[in-house]
């Protein structure tokens, strides 16, 4: 396993978040994108107020990457608070992607099934027994 990374999801701020923890931690973002920038998914259509939302963020801390994105209902059904993290692994391969996504979902439940995806990677979301949503990521090189 390569590393494991905070993922901290926002209803619609996580620009102005995130703005605010580059001025505090310094450094450079090594990637943001916006919801626009995601290819159409059938059943879920983006709005023109939820286009310019961040798809996803990365602000690289030392070893590690704060991670981040916005949400809306669509994506996330009804808005709550306290579940506004996620942890991401990142692994060496598709092996070892498909362990650890099996392993954390026994007796949970899958969000979203291990894949091939646009941002060349393969990824899946599973929450696992105890309500913990887990991202495992095998970035292609």
């Known amino acids: 396993m390569k ?5 901290l999801t ?15 931690f310094g450094g450079e973002f090594t990637y943001i994108g916006r919801f626009k920038d995601m290819p159409a998914q059938e059943g879920k259509k983006i709005n023109e107020e939820e ?8 602000l ?5 990457v704060l991670m981040g994105s916005d ?3 669509a994506y996330a059904g009804e808005k709550t608070e306290g579940n506004n993290f996620t942890i991401s692994i990142n692994v ?27 941002w060349a990677a393969y990824f899946g979301m599973v ?4 309500g913990i949503i887990w991202m495992v990521n095998l970035d292609y090189k």
């Open 10 to 24: 926002f209803w619609g701020n996580c620009e102005e978040a995130f703005n605010f923890y580059k001025k505090v």
């Open 127 to 130: 929450k696992d027994k105890f």
């Open 60 to 64: 690289p801390m030392g070893d590690s």
């Open 3 to 7: 590393s494991i990374n905070p993922y």
């Open 51 to 58: 286009a310019n939302l961040i798809l996803h963020v990365s």
């Open 92 to 118: 060496d391969s598709k092996e070892e992607a498909e362990k650890i996504f099996n392993g954390l979902n026994e007796n949970g439940s899958v969000i979203m099934p291990l894949a091939e995806t646009f």
């Open 71 to 73: 949400t809306t209902v």
